[in-house]
């Protein structure tokens, strides 16, 4: 089974616990027991596959979540049982994804735009605890303005990453760097020490709106968690396709 499309599904494992658990409604058309009957042993071989590929390359956990919140922003396809693919890819839409080198008021905007509001976006950005970094996405913020970066945290990530540009762009740093490979809290912690790699992570802990869910999560595992959880449900709900709208494609990766 391609890893990507199996942790895709995984999402779904999860957000089910999280629905049994929470007692939270699921939008008509799709539903936690849709493969219940055509592929009753679909979620298991799932789990399976994605511990599977994790186990072998860490960092997929990491791609896959990324994933998520990329097929969600531009033309939703995965997640709870019974979406369906989208027919085309769109280039367009996929440049309009959410820029590191935002500010605080623009993230919300976006976020808004498509229904997230503000504690969601901080939640959701709280993946982030895991994954890694090129040095292209943060050089601006390691040499650019001082006052919100831990002096350092800044001079530890310029050691690999080059300030001119074009060299080491490609060069990695991990996004928490207290438990790279932890899904924990520690992401909020940081931005409250001003340790955000990317301008998009600090801007949320920067005097601003969010200041508040920021250290409300650094001080609270469980609800980062939780609100993490039910974000997640909410992202896989953007614009839906179900029935006839889409399809269900025959390669992962490219539109039927
Ligand atoms: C708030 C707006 C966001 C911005 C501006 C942003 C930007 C970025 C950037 C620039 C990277 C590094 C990519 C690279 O160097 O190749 C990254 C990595 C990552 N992002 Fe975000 N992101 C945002 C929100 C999210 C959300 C909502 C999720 C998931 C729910 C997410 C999940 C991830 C993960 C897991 C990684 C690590 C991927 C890896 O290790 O390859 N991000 N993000």
Redesign the pocket.
């Known amino acids: 089974m391609d890893p990507h499309r199996s942790l895709r599904t995984i999402f779904v494992f999860v957000i089910i616990l999280i629905l049994s658990l929470n007692n939270i409604e699921i939008k008509a058309q799709l539903s936690p027991t849709f493969y219940d009957t055509t592929c009753p042993n679909a979620l298991t071989t799932i789990r399976t596959s994605i511990r599977t590929a994790v186990s072998r390359q860490r960092?997929m956990?990491?791609?896959l979540?990324?994933l998520?919140?990329h097929d969600c922003f531009v033309q939703v396809r995965f997640i709870c049982l019974g979406r369906r693919d989208s027919t085309t890819a769109n280039r367009v839409l996929a440049d309009s994804?959410?820029?590191?080198d935002?500010d605080l008021a623009s993230?919300i905007r976006?976020?808004d735009a498509k229904g997230l509001n503000e504690r969601d976006?901080v939640a959701?950005?709280g993946?982030?605890t895991?994954?890694?970094?090129?040095c292209?996405?943060?050089r601006a913020r390691i040499y650019g303005n001082v006052t919100n970066t831990d002096a350092n945290f800044a001079s530890t990530r310029r050691r690999n990453c080059p300030e001119n540009r074009g060299n080491g762009d490609g060069n990695?740093a991990p996004?928490d760097l207290v438990t790279p490979n932890s899904f924990d809290n520690n992401y909020f912690r940081n931005l409250v020490q001003r340790r955000g790699l990317?301008q998009?992570d600090q801007v949320l802990f920067n005097g601003g709106s969010t200041d508040s869910i920021v250290l409300e999560y650094s001080n609270n595992h469980r609800r980062f968690a939780s609100d993490f959880a039910a974000a997640?449900v909410k992202?896989g709900e953007i614009e839906p396709r179900t029935g006839a709208n889409g399809v269900i494609r025959t390669t992962c990766s490219v539109a039927n």
């Not at 994804?97 to 590191?100: E, N, S, Y």
């Not at 895991?130 to 090129?134: A, D, E, K, L, T």
């Open positions: 960092r956990a990491a791609f979540i990324r998520h919140f994804l959410p820029r590191a935002q993230l976006d976020f976006m959701l950005s993946s982030h895991i994954g890694q970094s090129r292209v996405a943060f990695l996004l990317l998009s997640m992202m």
